[in-house]
DNA sequence: CAGTGGTCTAGACCACGCG
DNA sequence: GCGTGGTCTAGACCACTGG
């Protein structure tokens, strides 16, 4: 017996779901069933269940009409280079509410503001004092009302003493990274991080996530010729999101993807 | 009991974790020692280090001097920037190398080479016909003689067969995107695509990826001025990478973060 | 009510690897 | 050898929710 048990009734339920036999929506069979085809005891069939489970292949719904069904995947495209580059003027939210418009799903967001002392290493990133404060502007991002991503995004206090809008707990219209070019404070560098992780127990009920959904972590320092204004942590969740940049001519890309209208 | 007992004894160890009483490489209690120090039985002590085995937060070691162990998170920062940018002639391995011997590791990688029959949505990506043929090539990347990302590289096959360098199953000293340049096929554009997720079981094996590991995709679709020439899949293993890039002007970045010292 | 998954117990035997 | 985790069994009771 090379493979233990659990794992070659995963394998088998996992080969049903690639090669399409069990389609996105469908049941698998119940724990009972699976138990009488394999012969093994209950406990067998849920290690090997959780296996699919924690791979993100497979969600379990407890309930008469429940079972375990297979996940479906909706990916909304989060464009990183059309929101506030330095050379857009477009507003950052509404830059990602026309997106997901734009790819057929209902956008909304909440906004919450907090003020926090900065830890040493976001201290470091916004090159202030470690134990310094800063304002942090939350965002919460639904998409056909389930939270999807949020973004979490730094300010030195400095700044907004001299900026009062951001110490508003609402959407700024203009979007901040316009008002504060507006105000002097143009971004004319970015630092982009791309992580992926598992959530911690925070994002995962912020964002409502099931068991085996990673997080896709965008990290963006802006800088402006002075030094680093902001630090923005976009907290997307990886079963239905991913971003998109392109460098070099748009025009040429948008010649063979034909969705990609750069407007 | 509003929490299930292997909930809470996940957040307790959890807790030590993320403060700092547990560090990297320490040992949690034994399961027996959890079993007595909660009164609850095996599996229970089971289910609870399972939740921190999938949040990557812990590895399990069978034997003798085993145990679970607070894993460790090496980053190893990957400059996407940097590799193949149109304007940089550097070859696209050894800046990867060159990234990882700056950061202070050990670095190998082994070609292979593949001719595959693209699936429709490979096909629609190089814009050629489905059930077409190309060239994958792939390349496993080793840091300190383990495998840390994999990078699978499709080229249309008329264009292997115009340049025949691209069969060779072989590193291509310079480069295969300076190759192309100088054979007539620069790169004018990119279309990169982020995308965070578990790992298939093929990738978990390459990879050597413990259980709780995610996967950090990149996707680059490479075009001419004519056509798509390529689409490169680099596969991270989560657990120890992250993507880097950057906008606008660097020597601003570089004053902030010296590490970051452009080439 | 009946059937789904969620949690939990108390056992058992095995594979591994350091001393 | 012997203590670690890996796998497996056979039960039990609970929470939820559609019919």
Redesign the interface.
Known sequence: MGQPKYRQIA?EL?GQIVSGTLREGDRLPTEPQLQDQYGVSR?TVRDAT?LLV???LVHRVPGRAGGMIVRRKVTLTFHAHRAE??AQPTAETDAWRSEVVAQGYEASQEFSLMIQSLSPELAERL?VETDSVAVLRRCVRYVNGQPSSLQDTYYPMDLAEEIRELLSPKDIPQGTTRLLAERGHE?????????????T?EETNLLGLQ??T?????VR?G?T?Q??VRVSFNV?A??RN?????????R??AR??PE?TPE
Not at 187 to 199: F, K
Not at 214 to 218: G, M, S
Request: proline share 9%.
């Open positions: 394998s996992r406990n959780a924690n791979e993100g580059m330095p090159h971004q004319t560098a970015y630092y982009d991080e791309y992580i992926s992780r598992m959530p127990p068991p085996g990673t997080i896709l972590l965008h320092t800088y010729e030094r680093p997307f990886g079963d991913q971003i998109v940049t392109t460098h070099g001519d748009v040429l890309i063979f993807r990609e």
